[in-house]
Structures are given as structure tokens and as C-alpha cells.
């Protein structure tokens, strides 16, 4: 059985930082590029960050380069989000995301809610 548990979320001050974690089960996790994906209220789910399956390549969107970082280790099945720098509109519920490619669906964890307020 396919699993993708987020974990890390929480109340946060602006300006602090989180890592969220995303363990992966039940599929070849090191086959599978790894995205983190996030959805504010009232917004459309918008991709945030991507690693490659071997880790040799990341990009990020545009609104969070430079204060996010997202890595990978394989030994362990597990994808991680650092969160440095944050801002209240980083407020939302944070999604991972597996994918291997055209061919194959994606699979979705159930997603940590990350709320940056004073």
C-alpha cells in the first residue's frame, strides 16, 4: 500500500522556520521524483519545489528561492522541505507529491498545515 505521511507542520512567527518531512512506503521512492506542493485558502494548489530521483537536481517557485530548501535521502524514503525566512503568505496546507513520469500516476500524501502568524 502506497503511503506519503507529512509531518513538521505548525504555528510559526514570521521570520522563523520549519522542515517538513514526507515518508514514502509501499513504492520504489528512489525511482520517483519529489515535489512539495501547497494550497492556501480560497487558492488553487500550486507547486512550491521539485527534486530529481537521485537528488542531483531541485527548482523551486519563484516566491520562495532562496528561503526553501528541499532534499531528499534515499536510504531513509523520505523527502524534506526547510522553511527558512517565512511569511504569512506562506500559510497553507503543504502537500507531497511522488511522481515517475507520463506513464505513471502520481501519488499524494494527505498534507501538514503550516501557519505563519504573529
Known amino acids: 500500500q502506497v503511503q506519503l505521511v507529512e509531518s513538521g507542520g505548525g504555528l510559526v512567527q514570521p521570520g522563523g522556520s520549519l522542515r517538513l518531512s514526507c515518508a514514502a512506503s509501499?513504492?520504489?521512492?528512489?525511482?520517483?521524483?519529489m515535489s512539495w506542493y501547497r494550497q492556501a485558502p480560497g487558492k488553487e494548489r500550486e507547486l512550491v519545489a521539485t527534486?530529481?530521483?537521485?537528488?542531483?537536481?531541485?527548482s523551486y517557485a519563484d516566491s520562495v528561492k532562496g528561503r526553501f530548501t528541499i532534499s531528499r535521502d534515499n536510504a531513509k524514503n523520505t523527502v524534506y522541505l526547510q522553511m527558512n525566512s517565512l511569511k504569512v503568505e506562506d500559510t497553507a496546507v503543504y502537500y507531497c507529491?511522488?511522481?515517475?513520469?507520463?506513464?505513471?500516476?502520481?501519488?499524494w500524501g494527505q498534507g501538514t498545515q503550516v501557519t505563519v502568524s504573529s
Open positions: 507529491r511522488a511522481d515517475r513520469g507520463f506513464f505513471y500516476m502520481p501519488y
Open positions: 509501499g513504492f520504489t521512492f528512489s525511482s520517483y521524483s
Open positions: 527534486i530529481t530521483s537521485a537528488g542531483g537536481s531541485t
